[in-house]
């Protein structure tokens, strides 16, 4: 588990990035890459949540990802919401 403290900002979008290019299997993809335009689908929305839990310690509800879909968005809302530092 990776220290939340240190994943915070630019930081925790680069993972986030990370995540979703692994998941979805998409290189290209960028900050402000939407899930759903590069096949996201509900599977693939656990399985970035479940990345995310493991690396922060968080407990990072799959609807964010829904209402979130880019990398960008989706790490503004974890480091706000639930990442307490």
Known sequence: MTSTAQLTGPALTDLVVS???ETLGVAELDENSDF???????????????????TLGVEVPVALVFAYPSPADLSSVVESDLVQV
Do not use: M, V
């Not at 759903?36 to 493991?54: H, K, N, P, Q, V």
């Open 19 to 21: 995540i979703y290019r």
């Open 36 to 54: 759903y335009e590069w096949g996201g689908d509900s599977l693939s929305a656990f399985r970035i949540t479940a990345r995310l839990e493991e």
